[in-house]
């Protein structure tokens, strides 16, 4: 039997030895400990360690790469959601799409192949966004998989007329849809419009929920009620969720059970829930990290992204998933083999099953979309997220990217 693509001697996180991975037609046909099959291009590993491809579930494409128009003065939420606002008035179709290309450019090269960006769709952009982000989905089908989470950020019962836009946007080509209830003045109503919206285009839901560290009562109970009563289990995803953190042992307990019953995926947003969270802590400063590692030994479906890149929201990141993990680990304690472990699948196998997607893994039967990572384990790719890697999608080499170092000696003085 021939293949398109096989690897050989490579390392996979959580398995002994060296294996070898065999694809076809865009998926992967066989792994195990050595292949004889012969194929059209075979990759020797040495030893490298290869992943499923990094998976960044929630991303702001529109919003990326703003910091240098505008840096922020206070840092705070409120800056930045009515500063953002503010820029947003002036965005344009090829601006976005400027800002957007660079960012899809770099997380390919980083090893993303799976991704899903939320699109705003407001009374100030109406259509806008998606608009820009929609011809990209076909642009960079070679690279990566994008879905598009038609995204009410300001609010809906405040903003009279934005529920049509939303459906507007859906019948565009949206794969999801979504909303910020806790910026909306009657976030109960605005988490019901949204799964009517779901429920009518026969979509997932991708909610921004329980961000802020006030002291308002939790809304995932909300949610919860709704999944259930709607029948949406396995198609809810919730990003940020930093008020978790807060609860007590018991009680985050039966909140995972709660959420694991109903089919409701999570996703933790380090780079920005750590800069934005805590900012009223005079000492003794929380970290406001939902314990997502927690939840998925409770059952829950969970993994980590991105989030923002180098805006008012998060002035820092260049896209890499992999750089998230190390943060996630250091932040969340996560110092041993099963927990980086634990974080690649955070990043790789749990945030696709996060948003939907199953057929992602180093199995047979799944996507070909792998990364070979220079690194010999699991911990090493945590511990210093290498620069080195071969970014495969559809079972075909996609980027490559490698470090070099030179090294330049001090003169040598000559005697005469």
């Known amino acids: 039997m021939s293949t398109t693509l096989k690897i050989d001697n490579a390392t996979l996180a959580g398995r002994d030895g060296y294996w070898s991975v065999a694809m076809e037609a865009g998926g992967i046909i066989d792994v195990a400990r050595h292949l004889e099959t012969t194929a059209q291009e075979t990759i020797d590993a040495e030893g490298r360690l290869v992943i499923p491809g990094l ?152 909610f921004h929920l329980d961000f802020l560290d006030d002291d308002a009562p939790l809304l995932l109970p909300i949610v919860v009620e709704e999944t259930l009563k709607r029948g949406w289990q396995g198609r809810v995803c919730l990003g940020h969720m930093t008020k978790l953190a807060g609860l007590t042992p018991q009680t985050l307990k039966e909140t995972a059970a709660m959420v694991s019953n109903a089919g409701i995926s999570v996703l933790a947003l380090p780079a920005t829930d750590l800069y934005m969270m805590a900012r009223k802590d005079t000492h003794n400063v ?76 180093i199995a047979p039967g799944n996507a070909a979309d792998l990364v070979i990572v220079d690194a010999t384990s699991a911990s090493e790719a945590i511990g210093t997220a290498p620069v080195g890697r071969t970014t495969i999608k559809h079972g075909k080499i996609v980027s490559t990217t490698q470090m070099q170092r030179t090294f330049l000696s001090p003169e040598v003085s000559i005697k005469g």
Request: proline content about 4%.
């Open 286 to 361: 929380r970290r406001g990290v939902a314990p997502i590692h927690q939840l998925m030994n409770h059952g829950v479906i969970t993994g980590i992204a991105t989030n923002n890149v180098q805006n008012l929201f998060t002035p820092f990141g260049d896209g890499d998933v992999l750089k998230i993990c190390t943060l996630l680990a250091q932040t969340l304690q996560l110092g041993t083999v099963k927990n980086h472990i634990q974080c690649l699948a955070m990043a790789t196998t749990q945030a696709a099953q996060a948003i939907g997607v199953t057929n992602y893994g």
């Open 55 to 206: 998976v960044d579930g929630h991303l702001h494409l529109d919003k990326a790469l703003l910091f240098a128009q505008h840096p922020a003065q206070t840092g705070t939420f409120q800056e930045a959601l009515q500063e953002t606002g503010s820029l947003k008035r002036r965005f344009t179709i090829d601006d976005i799409q400027s800002r957007a290309r660079q960012i899809l450019e770099n997380e390919i090269a980083f090893g993303t192949t799976l991704m899903r960006s939320h699109v705003e769709v407001d009374l100030m952009l109406k259509l806008t966004a998606m608009e820009a982000l929609l011809p990209l989905k076909q642009d960079y089908a070679w690279g990566l998989t994008l879905q598009l989470a038609v995204f009410a950020q300001e609010g809906i019962t405040n903003q009279p007329g934005t529920t049509a836009l939303l459906r507007r946007a859906m019948a565009m080509g949206g794969d999801v849809i979504g909303s910020a209830p806790y910026v909306d003045p009657n976030p109960s109503d605005n988490i019901q419009i949204i799964f009517d919206l779901a429920e009518e285009f026969d979509c997932d839901v991708d």
